[in-house]
């Protein structure tokens, strides 16, 4: 009997001519672990709020939901985890409602907590945690209640490669432990697609393909879909496999071995050379930045410097630092000690908002803060993002901003941030909820856009996205950037912070940074 069943589901947005979705159905049964992916639009956050109790966004819904368990979890892909301020409190809230007793609450809390390696964090205040452990307390919060199914809408899009390969290993390990279903939707998919029994996958709010992993060999061939494989099972579909497809890193360099071998390099680093004449876009010089007087630093002496034309990038762990920097430079957060100065002039004499004025925009993680009508239309009055972005948004006209899908919403706030003309565009974590191939436009669209002398300052975590249009890369590890290097240089040497292309070539071809390096090696 399957724990939730789907049947010829169907939904529309208040006032949208087209439905969202439209003859979904499937089923997830006991302890199964179902991966759900799709292109931005597709309705994959909206099938997920379909599917939680009292969930539904503004529309109407046909067809039928059938869950046979006692409860469900749901780990958001917002920021914001917490009801209460400190972890305890948080793990604890959903029980106090169902009326345990204060022994039982704490015997189920303190397991919970061992069991995701937060027995030292039960004290903290949330406000003070990285994020990556208000992930882990966000999974605490959802699994306290010991649900039989737990709902997660991109998890880790906020986390560094190595945090979300740790939040994925728990939450695999308690539910294999356990029986708990697994229904995840998730754009970066490589870390977890190897672990699921199933995928699913949307395309125009309806299935356009549902198997086992290792056996969507077909995928290779749409556009849309193809970027949600991991790169070795691209790869191997692209050269005729048909079924077991490599989803690790291990299969992948066993499979790409026999093919490759050892070929000596395939790429030369290449530098971003400044003009001679002109002044750097932004310079950070030993900057320092508390969050309170009594607060530890979370910038210690950083120095970063960016050119006009040129696209730097900035990587490093959760809590390193690197969004305070960000709000440093637009001018949200000031420095206690060290010099930034943005196009040459101190940025504490940009005065009544005249950084903001043709100069400096910042995208924010949260971008929905930066939305303000009633709808997407209204928003982008005046804005052709066909010939701004080469995106054309206008079929989300008549969606309220706040009903967008996170990477919907993300390409919404850039294009009012290209609107206002900026020579400096500060960007963080811009593909969070961006399928595979808007994230090759959006690298695209940067591309040209630092032809024209725009600098870019952009905070990522998608390691496979930086080298598509960055010039340079920044490691930034405790509040000061400890590795400085051109792009191809900076991933060929990592060993955790680094492309999948190099994950799996290393030891055959040296250089290869990104999917079209390794392929052009492999169709040799």
Request: hydrophobic fraction near 40%; glycine fraction near 8%; charged fraction near 25%.
């Amino acid at each position: 009997m399957a724990l939730l069943e789907i049947k010829d589901l169907k939904f529309t947005y208040a006032g949208a001519a087209e439905p969202s979705l439209s003859g979904i159905s499937f089923s997830v049964y006991h302890g199964e672990a179902v991966l759900l992916c799709g292109p931005v639009g597709c309705g994959k956050s909206t099938l997920i709020s379909c599917l939680l109790p009292g969930g539904n966004p503004r529309g109407t819904t046909d067809g039928t939901v059938s869950f046979s368990g006692h409860a469900v979890g749901y780990v958001s892909q917002s920021e914001q985890v917490s009801v209460t301020d400190r972890v305890f409190s948080e793990l604890s809230f959903p029980l106090e409602n169902l009326g345990l007793e204060p022994s039982t609450i704490l015997r189920r809390v303190s397991e919970l907590a061992a069991a995701l390696g937060l027995e030292k964090l039960l004290d903290r205040r949330i406000n003070t945690l990285s994020g990556g452990e208000r992930r882990l307390v966000s999974l605490g919060a959802a699994l306290i209640t010991r649900p039989e199914l737990l709902l997660l809408d991109e998890p880790t899009s906020q986390l560094d490669p190595v945090t979300a390969a740790r939040f994925y290993d728990s939450l695999f390990r308690i539910s294999r432990d356990n029986g708990i279903a697994l229904f995840i939707c998730e754009h970066r998919t490589e870390e977890v697609i190897a672990l699921c029994d199933r995928v699913i996958m949307l395309k125009d709010g309806t299935v356009a393909q549902a198997d086992s992993p290792r056996a969507l060999s077909s995928v290779e061939t749409d556009a849309q879909l193809r970027g949600f494989l991991p790169l070795s099972a691209r790869i191997a579909a692209r050269l005729g496999t048909k079924a077991d497809l490599p989803l690790t890193v291990s299969e992948g360099r066993k499979f790409l071995g026999k093919i490759l071998k050892s070929r000596g390099a395939c790429c030369e680093n290449t530098a971003f050379e400044p003009s001679k004449d002109s002044e750097p876009a932004l310079e950070m010089r030993d900057i320092c930045f508390a969050y309170g007087r009594r607060e530890p630093d979370v910038l210690c002496g950083l120095d970063l410097t960016i050119h006009k034309g040129e696209a730097l990038c900035l990587l490093g762990g959760n809590g390193s630092g690197k969004s305070t920097a960000l709000s440093v430079a637009a001018g949200l957060r000031k420095a206690y000690s060290g010099k930034c100065r943005v196009f040459g002039k101190n940025i504490s004499d940009y005065k009544n908002g005249s950084l903001w004025q043709n100069c400096v925009a910042l995208v924010p993680q949260n971008v929905r803060t930066l939305f303000v009508r009633e709808t997407v239309r209204e928003e982008l009055s005046g804005i052709d993002t066909v010939e701004l972005m080469g995106l054309d948004l206008s079929h989300l006209y008549d969606r309220h901003p706040y009903d967008l899908s996170g990477g919907e919403a993300h390409l919404l706030a850039i294009a009012l941030a290209l609107a206002a003309k900026p020579r400096l565009l500060l960007l963080d974590e811009p593909t969070q909820g961006v399928d595979p191939l808007s994230k090759a436009m959006l690298a695209d669209l940067l591309r040209r856009l630092k032809s024209d002398s725009l600098a870019i300052l952009a905070v990522t975590h998608d390691a496979d996205f930086a080298p598509l249009f960055a010039d340079r890369c920044v490691f930034v590890s405790s509040g000061r950037a400890v590795a400085d290097a051109p792009t191809r240089e900076f991933f060929s040497v990592g060993d955790y912070y680094t492309t999948s292309a190099v994950k799996l070539s290393r030891g055959f071809v040296s250089g290869a940074v990104t999917e079209a390096d390794l392929l052009s090696e492999v169709e040799k």
